[in-house]
Structure formats: structure tokens, C-alpha cells
């Protein structure tokens, strides 16, 4: 680990000395990735120095208490030895996380889908919940949305609604959203007073670039029609709505948030690539599953993944058995305690099995 860790730093400080040389700093996208690898390295290095420094208190109190023949100091030292051992087996464990490869998915943004399942009009009202849970997390890590498409629920919120989310580690951090979300409690289209158990999926797919799936145009239809949103006196009136049919696999696409049908057809295009990227990604990431019991990492949509009971004020992650009983502070955007837990969780099973991804 130590040769890892020294051969990272190694590397810090050449991209340290790369990033301020007048080539990269002309070079917008060359300076842009050197940037990200600094930033990257940085958190390791940091965590390295602190390393270091600890085993060098070791063995200075090591030291103290082999050779120091005064016995209070030599309490001392004991002490302090006390002390630092288990810091010093705590920043192994963080540095062994750090070194473990990562996902090369997890600096990826985002097609963000959520779907009313079954409950009918209650299922549409809570996607629309779901959806501010995640707009509201979105606005804390500082993330920015974009609306894809959308169809609204008769009675409020939303059968379906589709976001692009930009940031750092997007994917990384949502990618344990995917599945279905369930939720008991008593639908404001419910007279009598009865709890009803509805539901929403949440798909999180990783945004796929050029090199990652290449599309052959010749397979994609493409359709437009009248934009039925919001969008002002444009709506209705011009055909900026596109329709991306992907002929060999029979996905379908739609885009009608922008007024420019070229911006439409963009976006459909980056959630059509991000799909047909999702479809190999699954069979990886089935195959990882198999070999867990939580199933942690696997996004498998079909699976129940969390509960919200508002009776109780209680939210449920069933794959690490998480119950927490502040569900306001859960619906206005606080996940990332689940988040982090699935996140450990899932770093202890790869840590177990060895497994890399």
C-alpha cells in the first residue's frame, strides 16, 4: 500500500507542476482534465501525510517506552500509544477505500427518469414528491437540472418525468437511487381516511458520450410535433418537439423543453445514448450482483429499495436495513446519510471479495 500511496504522490506533484505550465493553461481541455486528476490525487496525498506523520508519533512513543527509564514518562508514552493505534487502523481503512479503482461511471452526470408505478393518481403525486426530494438534494451538492420531458399526473405530479443532472460525482452518488420507491400514507384523493401503499421508480443512468455507444443515425427515426409544456407563445405553434425511435432496440426518446428543435433533439439524443449505454451496463452490473447479497450496486429497477411510512415519519432502505424517522428532512432533500452508508456498504463487499469494478 505504501509503494501505492508514495507512487501517487509521485505523480501529485508532477501534475502540481504540469497545471501552472503555459501549454496547459492555454489548452482549455487538457488544463480542465489535469484540474480533475489534482483535485482527484489531492484528497489521497492528504490523507497519505496524515499517515505518515501518525506512524512517526508511533514510533517516537515506541521509543519512549524502550528506552525512557523515567516511569511517568513512560505512562505517558503508553497513553499516547493508546491513542494513536486506533486512529492509525482507522486511516488504513480510509486509504485502502481510496486506493480501491473506482467506477470510471461515477464522474459521469446523470439521466435521472422517475415513474409513477402502481397507486394511480397517488403514484403520480408521489413521483412528483420523489422528483422535489432529488431537485432539493440536487440544489445542496450544488448539481444543476435540466428538464428533459415530462407528463404530468391528473391529479398532480407526475406518470413520468426525465432530468439531465450536471456535477461532481453525480453518478457516483446517485447510482444507488435506481429502483422502486414506495411509499405508505393516507392519498389526498382518499376520503375515508385509509393508508394506501403506492409507488415510483427511479432509473439513474450514467450519460453516455460519443466514445462510449456509437449510434448509427441511419437506425434512429425521427419525428416532431407541437410542445404541450410550458414554454411561452412557441408552445403549440412550432414543431419543436423531437422523437428519437431507435429501430433496432425500439427505444423511445422524447425531448419538447426546449423552443429550439435542435436543442430538443440534442438532449433526446444524450438520454437515447444514455439508455442503450444503461442496457450493457445492467448485464456488468448484474453479474457483480450476483456474487452479493445486499445487492447493492446492482440498480436493478424491479427491486424495493426504500419505503417512506408518513404515519410513522419513518424511511426504510431495505438493502442495508437503514430506518431513519425524519422523513420531512428526507423529502426536502436529505438522503445523503443513506447515501453514504450504501456507498461504505458497497466498499466493504468489494473490499471482502476483492472485487473491482
Given at each position: 500500500?505504501?509503494d ?12 502540481a ?11 482549455q ?13 489531492e ?10 506523520q ?59 427518469e ?10 403520480a ?10 431537485q ?34 453525480v ?109 450493457e ?20 429497477r ?27 428532512a ?28
Amino acid at each position: 500500500m505504501l509503494d501505492q500511496l508514495e507512487a501517487i504522490r509521485e505523480r501529485f506533484n508532477e501534475v502540481a507542476q504540469q497545471i501552472v505550465q503555459p501549454e496547459a493553461v492555454s489548452d482549455q481541455k487538457r488544463f480542465m482534465k489535469l484540474s480533475k486528476e489534482y483535485k482527484d490525487l489531492e484528497k489521497i496525498v492528504v490523507q497519505y501525510q496524515a499517515y505518515l506523520q501518525l506512524l512517526e508519533e508511533i514510533d517516537n512513543a515506541k521509543k519512549i517506552i524502550a528506552t525512557e527509564k523515567d516511569e511517568d514518562f513512560r505512562e505517558m508514552a503508553k497513553g499516547e500509544l493508546d491513542e494513536l493505534l486506533p486512529r492509525r487502523d482507522t486511516l488504513e481503512e480510509i486509504l485502502k477505500e481510496m486506493l480501491m479503482p473506482k467506477d470510471p461511471n461515477d464522474s459521469k452526470n446523470v439521466i435521472l427518469e422517475i415513474r409513477g408505478g402502481t397507486g394511480g393518481d397517488e403514484a403520480a403525486i408521489f413521483a412528483g414528491d420523489i422528483f422535489r426530494m432529488y431537485q432539493r438534494f440536487c440544489e445542496k451538492m450544488g448539481w444543476k437540472m435540466s428538464l428533459v420531458d415530462f407528463t404530468e399526473g391528473t391529479s398532480g405530479g407526475y406518470k413520468e418525468i426525465i432530468t439531465e443532472v450536471e456535477g461532481e460525482d453525480v453518478y457516483g452518488k446517485l447510482k444507488f437511487e435506481s429502483g422502486v420507491h414506495r411509499v405508505q400514507r393516507v392519498p389526498a384523493t382518499e376520503t375515508q381516511g385509509r393508508i394506501h401503499t403506492s409507488a415510483a421508480s427511479v432509473a439513474v443512468l450514467p450519460e453516455a458520450e460519443e466514445v462510449d455507444v456509437e449510434l448509427n443515425m441511419n437506425d434512429i427515426r425521427k419525428d416532431t410535433f407541437c410542445s404541450s409544456g410550458a414554454g411561452g407563445q412557441s408552445v403549440n405553434t412550432t414543431y419543436s418537439a423531437v422523437r428519437l425511435t431507435h429501430i433496432p432496440s425500439g427505444i423511445v426518446v422524447q425531448c419538447q423543453d426546449e423552443r429550439s428543435q435542435l436543442k430538443n433533439f440534442d438532449k433526446a439524443l444524450t438520454v437515447l445514448r444514455s439508455r442503450i449505454y444503461e442496457i450493457e451496463l445492467q448485464k456488468h452490473n448484474d453479474a457483480i450482483a450476483s456474487q452479493r447479497k445486499t445487492m447493492v450496486g446492482s440498480g436493478d429497477r424491479s427491486d424495493k429499495i426504500r419505503t417512506y411510512n408518513y404515519p410513522q415519519s419513518r424511511v426504510t432502505d431495505h438493502r442495508i436495513g437503514l430506518t431513519v424517522y425524519n422523513l420531512p428532512a428526507v423529502m426536502d432533500g436529505g438522503i445523503g446519510e443513506f447515501i453514504e452508508q450504501l456507498r461504505i456498504a458497497e466498499n466493504a463487499e468489494r473490499l471482502k471479495e476483492g472485487a473491482t469494478v
